[in-house]
């Protein structure tokens, strides 16, 4: 038996933008144990839900991460809509659709940057967010605003998108598909980038079951779990899950890349088919007393989203269930056994959201 | 999606998540919901796109079996919950023992907070 040795890794480390702490217990250079602590930055956003109503609320949970801004506005003004009963316009269910993915994309190339960055590759990571940048100005466009946009509101969205501009959004579509070809090529074929993520913590598919894990962590392994798969908008896109069956550092890479090609053609088909109309309803009155869950395919993965009415404007409970969250047991599995010179990859290749996760 | 939440007794937890394991169940997650004397957790599972709830009633100062044995990523939750909502869990596989948050406010919770000026 080598020697043991524990290694604290974060909560400040050049791997990490936001505060996650692992003591690694090695022997010699292989991780035989990790424990995880968060907690660091927690900031209570649920239990806000407690003093601001159903409508203030939706601004509260836009700020749970500046990344998934989108999404988890999505998906709890969902929750709440199916509490109300309100449906909304077929228009607002494809605009969301549009920025939803938009955001997957601006996340994912996001992710492709950290990674590239992490390997010391900085032109590819600069490359990545400048290719991100598009998408951000489009947002900028749209709303004024490039990160948390409050385009989302209980009963649709808060303003229509002209026909005008959902063209321009096809053509920013189609400049960034061109460069994520391109820059995609270099994490699949680079040999260097082949060399820190094939074959580095593999999970299979029984394991991602037994783990709970979501997301591009799942479909790398080829466990379906994408939420779209059931959403009646994406189904009418023609959406199909990306999965991957090697299970490795590499497959989860390639899924994100593989998804902002995806995404683009999702919007484009959005934009094509959206229909004309209303892009909200009037919502008024208190919430009912009972609950809903509803349930969104962010960028990392399965968002949850619960909340609890209790006949007044303030919920009794909104809760959020954000994909890192559930991802930490399956990255605590994947660190199991690996090399130390290996941790930063597979921590990264979670996509971690610490953000997130101390909603 | 199945918005149906079925009630079930604390002390059916730890065959339910059994249960659910033989059949094939993820684990979607664990809520706590602060109430009038107790809490209120709610279990999720998911299946094919399918997802199931259950509710279960937890009296304060009430400990309560863990599921880490069945599914051991619910340690994510079972220590939220605990350092949170106050709800004790036994046969842990991971058990933080009130350190998974570090909170600068009073913990665990015990209902709502008096409104602010912000509420409408």
């Known amino acids: 038996m080598g020697k043991r040795t524990i290694v604290p890794f974060g909560p400040q480390h050049p791997a990490l933008p936001e505060p996650i702490h692992l003591d690694l217990e090695l022997e010699d250079e292989k991780v035989v144990r990790a424990i995880p602590s968060i907690g660091y930055v927690h900031r209570g956003l649920e239990k806000l839900a407690e003093t601001r109503d159903y409508e203030q609320m939706t601004y509260v949970?836009?700020?749970?991460?500046?990344?998934?801004?989108?999404?988890?506005?999505?998906?709890?003004?969902?929750?709440?809509?199916?509490?109300?009963?309100?449906?909304?316009?077929?228009?607002?269910?494809?605009?969301?659709?549009?920025?939803?993915?938009?955001?997957?994309?601006?996340?994912?190339?996001?992710?492709?940057?950290?990674l590239a960055d992490a390997m010391g590759f900085d032109s590819l990571f600069m490359h990545c967010w400048r290719i991100r940048e598009k998408v951000l100005d489009v947002f900028e466009e749209i709303t004024g605003a490039r990160v948390i946009m409050s385009f989302c509101k209980v009963g649709g969205v808060r303003k229509d998108v002209t026909p005008e501009m959902l063209n321009k959004v096809a053509g920013v579509c189609n400049e960034i598909e061109e460069e994520v070809r391109k820059t995609g090529m270099v994490f699949m074929k680079d040999t260097s980038v082949k060399n820190r993520l094939v074959g580095k913590g593999v999970l299979s598919k029984q394991e991602i079951i037994d783990l709970s894990a979501v997301g591009p962590v799942a479909r790398g392994s080829g466990f379906d779990n994408d939420v779209r798969t059931t959403e009646p908008t994406y189904k009418a896109l023609g959406f199909e899950p990306i999965l991957r069956d090697e299970g490795d550092c590499y497959a989860r890479c390639m899924v994100r890349v593989d998804e902002i090609i995806q995404s683009m053609n999702l919007i484009r088909?959005?934009?094509?088919?959206?229909?004309?109309?209303?892009?909200?309803?009037?919502?008024?009155?208190?919430?009912?007393?009972?609950?809903?869950?509803?349930?969104?395919?962010?960028?990392?993965?399965?968002?949850?989203?619960?909340?609890?009415?209790?006949?007044?404007?303030?919920?009794?409970?909104?809760?959020?269930?954000?994909?890192?969250?559930?991802?930490?047991?399956?990255?605590?599995?994947?660190?199991?056994?690996?090399?130390?010179?290996?941790?930063?990859?597979?921590?990264?290749?979670?996509?971690?959201?610490?953000?997130?996760?101390?909603? | 999606m199945n918005q149906e939440f079925k009630e079930i007794e604390y002390s059916e937890i730890p065959a339910l998540a059994k249960r659910m394991l033989a059949g094939g169940y993820r684990m979607v997650q664990i809520c706590g919901v602060t109430k009038e004397g107790e809490n209120e957790l709610v279990y999720s599972f998911d299946k094919d796109h399918e997802m199931v709830s259950y509710k279960v009633h937890v009296p304060f100062g009430t400990t309560i079996g863990s599921i880490t044995p069945e599914y051991w990523a619910a340690f994510v939750y079972e220590n939220e919950i605990h350092d949170l909502f106050g709800v004790e869990f036994t046969d842990s596989k991971l058990d933080y023992k009130g350190n998974f948050f570090r909170m600068s406010v009073k913990t665990p919770w015990k209902g709502a907070e008096k409104k602010d000026e912000g509420a409408a």
């Open chain 1, 269 to 359: 088909t959005a934009i094509k088919d959206i229909p004309t109309g209303d892009f909200c309803v009037p919502v008024k009155g208190p919430v009912p007393v009972g609950d809903f869950a509803y349930r969104v395919e962010q960028p990392r993965g399965e968002g949850f989203y619960y909340v609890q009415g209790n006949g007044t404007k303030n919920l009794s409970r909104a809760r959020v269930r954000t994909p890192t969250n559930i991802n930490i047991p399956a990255l605590v599995k994947t660190l199991q056994g690996c090399d130390l010179q290996d941790v930063t990859m597979l921590v990264l290749t979670i996509d971690p959201c610490i953000s997130c996760t101390e909603r």
């Open chain 1, 61 to 114: 949970m836009e700020r749970v991460c500046g990344i998934c801004s989108f999404g988890h506005s999505y998906g709890y003004t969902g929750a709440v809509e199916g509490l109300m009963d309100i449906e909304i316009p077929d228009r607002a269910k494809y605009l969301r659709v549009i920025f939803h993915e938009l955001s997957r994309v601006h996340s994912h190339l996001l992710w492709l940057g950290l």
